[in-house]
């Protein structure tokens, strides 16, 4: 007896009860975003990760597939001019006509005021919620940060130089032109080539403000939420479940909050540098101030002037840790420790070396707060 095929779209329907055929498609900026989306839309459909795991957020030149992937894209979001200035442009002219988030500039979201003197002031580790620096406005408590929200994007980026040893997306992202991934000379995307306006990394080309809000939990919480009602607009059928998985990824949120503040508790007070300021939402979120950073830019190594106030400072407050990152220059790290008594590791608020998917952006936050745990 013959059987009549149902259509794809009918078959689909009745696979886990979601038509897959009208799952949009969704487009990510970086990898921890990627992750919180990828979250959300567990059990229906996958977003492509635009900038490859352990690439420089801040300059980068599509690949074809990515550039394909903006281009059919029916939701896209991603954290905004301050961290990808080039993208802009790109969303822009490839993804025309997609609904486009911009992370950075949803309600609820915290921002915090870029530190501009990123020695930082000196931190009393016993009080944080005194530092009595009013005279430093550009370096408020970072209490005050967490209450204010009258911030926009920043030009500090995560400025990871190309580090072309990254890995291609993983296979959920389904693009048939990922062999040619491996091949990062050849990023000649017509409309992506060029950056022109974006190399002054030292200045504030791009805002005043902090772009790194992914390290903060409680944006995350906020986020999922909106990526819920963003997914839901353009995808009705499959509401419910974005809803729910937003709503049990904050309940895991919630738990990750927890283990992160028990794993820090046996160092709270103790002092670390970092190679650039990258993590004061991290930092604001777990009540855990670092004493400054190496690099005033992400593009430009520090001054022997700046080198030898890092490593002062390193022996005056008898420094513990110094945290350097998997894509700057560890020559630099290790001529700021020539001397002195302090650990080494290296953190990564990326997750460079971590799978794409909805699992990364715990891990990133959980390698974070133990690297400096064990650091410390």
Known sequence: MSRKLLPLSITAAFMGGTALADVPNVAVDIAPVHSLVARVMEGVGTPDLIISPGASPHEYNLRPSEAAALQDANLVFWMGEGLTPWMEGAVETLADGATVTTLLETDGTILLDFRENALFEAHDHDDHDDHGHDEHAEDKDHEDHSDEHDHDDHAK?????????????????????????????????????????????????????????????????????????????????????????????????????????????????????????????????????????????????????????????????GVKCVLAEPQFNPGIVEVVMDGADANTAVIDPLGSDLEPGAALYSQVIRNMAQTLADCL
């Open 157 to 317: 980026h995560d400025d990871h130089d190309n580090h072309a040893e990254t890995k291609g997306h993983d296979d959920e992202h389904a693009h048939d032109d990922h062999d040619s991934h491996d091949d990062h000379d050849d990023h000649d995307h017509e409309d992506h080539a060029d950056h022109e306006g974006h190399d002054d990394h030292d200045g504030h080309a791009h805002g005043d403000h902090d772009p790194h809000a992914w390290l903060s939990p409680e944006n995350a919480n906020t986020w999922l939420n909106v990526i819920a009602a963003q997914l839901s607009a353009a995808d009705p059928d499959n509401a419910g479940t974005y809803f729910a998985n937003a709503a049990a990824a904050r309940e895991e949120m919630a738990a990750l909050s927890a283990e992160i503040a028990e794993t820090l508790e046996p160092v709270r007070g103790g002092s670390f540098i970092v190679f650039h300021d990258a993590y004061q939402y991290f930092e604001n979120a777990f009540d855990f101030p670092a004493s400054g950073a190496i690099s005033i830019g992400d593009a430009s190594d520090p001054s022997p002037a700046r080198i030898a106030e890092i490593q002062a400072r390193i022996k005056d407050e």
